[in-house]
């Protein structure tokens, strides 16, 4: 009793000096830039109210600490109890964690946790989590309590300092992140542990959520991710192959995979009569009996813990069919069943088209959202997609910085249409070669897609050898993204041209401030490709909306175009070209759908192109 009443008067302490370092905080800098009070005030309001706030505000005004600053100001005003702060990307963890420590220079004293994903956090990647196989897992609740002690040390546990923390007590640094989440005033994590029926923390969510603030950044991303989250899907092969090994120890279960795969046997021959891809409005009802015995089963069997060589397998197998029945059963008209055979396997999956009814149950777990992003156009489609309140309040802000600073060209004379591309491809490389030959720096050229990527890197190899290029490949890894990055330096001794795809790794959340980026060339209007399923998602909003084509294609890629251009124009001091190569961007559709503050000028060749950029550089009168 002693030891818990100790550690509640602990607590109590440190919620009186956190509280008393926030009252006289004031925001970090000497002035508010062009928007940033804006959406610091509209963030604070929208805590008060236990509201919901959408905002579109340009790169460079300072997002993250707009939407920081007034959430811990509101934690000492007891608006609300925790702030989650969700991005997808590594970047948007690292200004977060920049942020506060921002405000800890300032005085700030707050708790703060990022969460990684337990496969990236694992010290034991080759063990089971259990305690027979992990030193990490065995006699865990023996020593959680030093570590935990080790929480008043300090105040940012960044994965570093988790992962500091645990090998010194001999911790699991998942489960050890996990609890001293419970004690953390911010927690930043990725999207998943909000929204994700898997995943998502039920040690604050599982009663339906409490006084928190979700602040949600590079919010467009989620869009995709919420799909992604809330479809679920399995494939033939897993079963035949553990079923092989199942024959003489579980016979009982290895009878119940047969049906499974029997049952995807005759699925796959209908979706071989239909072309190999097939897509249906009907949840798979014969098969979600036989997905049922075959859990009851396994489940019973696992839970004797028994060691086989199979175990493992049959355990993922487990989980996989475990997530498939659970979306099964929330199984709407906003699902699709889509059948897709890859030689002998067949992948069935249940895919979420539209994500807003389950978004809007998940929203729910917390009492205020701030959804902001640099490109949240049009506002209208991430409300409604995104499951928000038709009363959510929207801010558009634009570009804090001088028109002047940006260049931007538009070659509409130019078909990228896939039927065109090999007619066209000397034109598109004739163009790039325009832009980048002007002016000696580094250049980022962006494509919809890998194929026709390489098309146009083959060719302007060719034209130019002697071009410092680089190029992004499938799959990168971590050291390949950094080496990738590192050729764009200040020094500009040869220009380097680096070819990307709108959409990825390169397309958002890199920051090439002033030299490092002179310019940028987006190649398409960035639509997704065509597909069964972003086919699907336009035949349901043309029906539900009448906007099918914008909901699939048009709104995705007009967001990776103004990604991929926002590359360019990061701080006050930078200045850069942006060339837009595509007929349809001098259309109503597209130029409806621009920044506010963009002025293009059309360029109908090369000359023109040419001349247009000397202007700008200022080498032409």
Same mark, same amino acid.
């Given at each position: ?25 004031? !925001? ?6 062009? *928007? ?49 702060? #969700? ?15 921002? #405000? ?77 989440? #419970? ?74 995979? *047969? ?16 072309? *190999? ?36 397998? #049959? ?82 802000? *634009? ?69 410092? $290029? ?25 220009? $380097? ?90 259309? !109503?559709?597209?130029?409806?759908? !621009? ?27």
């Amino acid at each position: 009793t002693s030891r818990y009443l100790e550690w509640a008067d602990n607590i109590f302490q440190w919620y009186e000096t956190r509280d008393e370092s926030i009252a006289p905080l004031s !925001f970090p800098f000497a002035t508010y830039r062009p *928007g940033q009070r804006q959406m610091a005030v509209d963030t604070y309001r929208t805590i008060r109210d236990k509201d919901q706030l959408i905002v579109q505000a340009a790169t460079g005004i300072g997002k993250t600490m707009a939407a920081i600053f007034p959430a811990v100001k509101a934690i000492a005003e007891k608006l609300h109890e925790k702030i989650f702060y #969700l991005t997808a990307r590594t970047t948007g963890r690292a200004a977060a964690e920049k942020a506060l420590d921002e #405000l800890r220079t300032r005085g700030l004293q707050i708790k703060s946790l990022t969460l990684t994903a337990k496969d990236k956090i694992c010290f034991s990647p080759d063990s089971r989590c259990t305690a027979d196989e992990c030193t990490f897992a065995k006699g865990y609740y023996d020593r959680i309590d030093d570590a935990l002690k080790d929480m008043f040390s300090c105040d940012g546990f960044t994965r570093e300092r988790v992962e500091a923390i645990a090998r010194t007590h001999q911790v699991c640094p998942f489960e050890f992140s996990l609890d001293l989440a #419970l004690w953390m005033d911010c927690i930043i994590c990725d999207y998943n542990y909000a929204f994700d029926p898997k995943v998502y923390l039920r040690r604050f969510f599982a009663e339906g959520g409490g006084a928190y603030t979700f602040c949600i950044d590079e919010a467009h991303n989620l869009v995709d991710r919420s799909r992604e989250m809330f479809s679920a899907e399995i494939t033939k092969q897993p079963f035949l192959d553990l079923r092989r090994k199942l024959r003489h120890e579980l016979p009982h279960i290895h009878k119940r995979m *047969g049906k499974v795969n029997a049952w995807m046997v005759k699925a796959r021959k209908k979706c071989d009569a239909s072309g *190999g891809a097939l897509a249906e409005p009907d949840c798979p009802n014969g098969l979600l009996p036989l997905l049922g015995y075959f859990l009851y089963d396994t489940e019973r069997w696992l839970s004797f813990n028994l060691k086989t060589a199979f175990r493992e397998d #049959l355990l993922d197998l487990y989980f996989s069919v475990s997530g498939f029945v659970r979306v099964a059963d929330q199984y709407n008209q906003r699902y699709a069943t889509c059948y897709e055979t890859t030689g002998k396997d067949l992948r069935l999956k249940l895919f979420c088209m539209d994500p807003s009814e389950q978004m809007e149950s998940a929203l729910k777990r917390c009492q205020a959202a701030v959804f902001f992003s640099a490109t949240m156009t049009p506002i209208d489609y991430f409300i409604k997609i995104l499951g928000c309140d038709v009363s959510t309040e929207n801010r558009i802000i *634009g570009s804090p910085f001088p028109e002047d600073n940006l260049g931007l060209f538009v070659a509409d004379r130019v078909s990228t249409f896939y039927r065109d591309r090999d007619r066209t491809k000397q034109m598109v490389t004739g163009a790039i070669l325009t832009l980048v030959n002007e002016r000696k720096g580094n250049y980022l050229v962006f494509f919809p897609s890998y194929a026709y990527m390489d098309m146009i890197y083959s060719v302007f190899c060719e034209k130019t050898p002697d071009m410092k $290029t680089i190029h992004q490949t499938p799959g990168m890894s971590e050291p390949e993204r950094d080496a990738f990055l590192d050729q764009f330096s200040r020094e500009h001794a040869d220009t $380097t041209v680096g070819f990307a795809v709108m959409g990825g790794i390169f397309g958002e959340g890199i920051d090439l401030v002033g030299d490092r980026l002179s310019g940028v060339a987006i190649i398409g209007v960035g639509l997704p490709g065509i597909s069964l399923e972003n086919d699907l998602i336009r035949d349901y909003f043309a029906t539900e909306t009448g906007t099918g084509f914008e909901y699939a294609y048009l709104y995705p890629g007009i967001n990776r175009v103004l990604q991929a251009a926002g590359r360019v124009i990061r701080t006050s001091r930078d200045r850069g070209v942006v060339l837009l190569i595509d007929q349809r961007f001098s259309t !109503f559709r597209y130029r409806s759908l !621009f920044p506010a503050t963009w002025r293009p000028v059309k360029v109908q060749d090369e000359e023109q192109l040419a001349g247009g950029v000397k202007v700008f550089w200022g080498e032409a009168p």
